[in-house]
């Protein structure tokens, strides 16, 4: 969809929110008026909040979609998030002005409902406008990717909730039982003040900047690792610029190549990027390094799915204190072999050189396939202690913590301290061996207890070839 054609839609979309709600607070305005009924006033005032809110967002869809400029060189689409969070703060007063009346209606003593027929006729047709509205407006929000307007269906939606509200205190009232109509207009005008407690929160997070979380920060880095001349990625960070998204990346290359071929590269990188559900805009950064360091990409990855493994099989095997106490000891274990490896990308991307030039990226891939399904199906049912230790005997190995010390292994001796200084170091082996010789004092399954030997092994003797 074009920008012309997503201005054009959402244009048609908010006059159509502005003409249904006008429509709907005129007949509720007017048959509220004529019955006194308080509950139908205050579904009246509601709908001309969606009235104002319309407006707004029209408005703020226009400003949104201009061009960029000498003074908003980044464009305008903080428009629609600012345009909403003064509806918000018009709704919350609104909401408590109408609370504040129907509690004094409710002080003075109840008050007949005149024409309670045409007022219960104005709540019904009131229900069914709403719900048609709702639906136009999140298929069109849909659509067109715009909060502004899914926020109005969603009001649209709740309205049909204070109109039953309402619904209820005019039939009541109706009736005989008076008192719950101001009632009903309290409990309408709470439900209006908590909308926009929650629309402007929602809001203010945009306009503050924040994370979009760490899911789209991971998918981030695995789409840009993914991207052909890609070597490593490092500070990659995201945040809300209105309802938008802006994406910073580092990108490593071979130093190698040309500073046409490097900017191809990180071309790639942005398009790809961009490419993602409300990302507008990334920033890329290229860094030219010394070798490839997918093979460190690659190893952080495995260690981040193995601690999360591993904290998974601790919670699974709660009943059986020794074997979980080993689990959270491999998990703190790996999440330390995540954070000395963060320092030696650093140290890296500031031109530092490590032995690690030929790790084989291929062998590394398939580890990480394997720890990647793990980790999906770790909180999947539960894995016996003899499946759960299979997966430790590849992750914990000597192939695998050979290749971590090859990772990690700087070529010049002396950042050696610094190296150590930066990230706490891994639990000591003892430590491990002490777990696991526990581990295997209480399980009484044979094939568990013999991959408990062949781990204690395995960390014996690196232990020993590393002394």
């Not at 060189?73 to 998030?81: D, K």
């Not at 069914?128 to 939606?157: D, F, K, M, T």
Request: aromatic content about 6%; charged content about 25%.
């Amino acid at each position: 969809m074009t920008a012309a054609e997503r201005r054009q839609g959402a244009r048609r979309a908010t006059l159509t929110g502005i003409a249904g709600n006008s429509l709907l607070f005129a007949v509720k305005g007017a048959v509220g008026v004529a019955s006194g009924s308080i509950a139908l006033l205050s579904d009246a005032f509601n709908s001309l909040v969606d009235v104002v809110a319309s407006i707004a967002i029209w408005y703020s869809v226009r400003v949104a979609h201009r061009e960029p400029d000498l003074d908003h060189p980044f464009g305008h689409q903080r428009a629609e998030t600012i345009a909403a969070l003064g509806v918000a703060i018009f709704t919350a007063i609104l909401g408590f002005e109408i609370g504040r009346a129907a509690v004094e209606r409710l002080i003075a003593g109840p008050r007949p409902i005149e024409f309670a027929g045409w007022a219960i006729g104005a709540l019904g047709f009131s229900m069914a406008g709403n719900l048609l509205l709702a639906r136009y407006l999140r298929r069109r929000g849909e659509q067109l990717e715009s909060p502004a307007i899914l926020a109005n269906a969603v009001e649209c939606e709740n309205d049909i909730w204070t109109s039953l509200a309402a619904l209820a205190g005019v039939s009541a009232a109706a009736v005989g039982i008076q008192v719950v109509d101001p009632l009903a207009g309290i409990a309408v005008g709470i439900w209006i003040v908590w909308g926009g407690y929650r629309f402007g929160r929602q809001n203010i997070d945009y306009l503050m900047g924040k994370s979009p979380g760490q899911e789209l920060v991971d998918r981030i880095r695995a789409l840009t690792l993914d991207t052909r001349g890609v070597r490593g990625v490092h500070d990659v960070r995201a945040h809300y610029v209105g309802h938008r998204i802006h994406a910073e990346v580092h990108v490593e290359v071979d130093q190698e190549l040309s500073t046409r071929q490097s900017h191809d590269v990180g071309g790639n990188v942005r398009a790809a990027i961009e490419r993602l559900p409300n990302v507008e805009r990334a920033f890329i950064h290229v860094d030219p390094v010394l070798g490839a360091t997918r093979a460190l990409e690659t190893l952080a990855r495995i260690d981040r799915a193995a601690s999360s493994t591993y904290d998974a099989f601790a919670r699974q095997h709660a009943d059986r204190p020794e074997l979980a106490a080993l689990w959270r000891a491999l998990a703190t274990t790996a999440q330390a072999r995540v954070d000395r490896l963060d320092v030696v990308r650093r140290l890296r991307a500031a031109g530092w050189h490590f032995a690690d030039d030929d790790l084989p990226v291929e062998r590394l891939e398939k580890r990480w396939t394997r720890a990647r399904a793990a980790a999906e199906e770790a909180g999947v049912g539960d894995h016996s202690p003899a499946e759960a230790l299979d997966l430790a005997l590849e992750l914990e190995g000597q192939e695998a913590r050979a290749d971590f010390e090859r990772a990690t292994t700087p070529r010049d001796g002396t950042i050696r301290p610094s190296l150590e200084a930066s990230s706490p170091p891994p639990p000591a082996r003892g430590a491990i061996l002490g777990r696991i010789a526990a581990a295997r004092a209480g399980v009484d399954d044979p094939g568990a207890a013999s991959r408990l030997d062949r781990l204690a092994r395995e960390l014996a003797e690196e232990t020993a070839a590393g002394a």
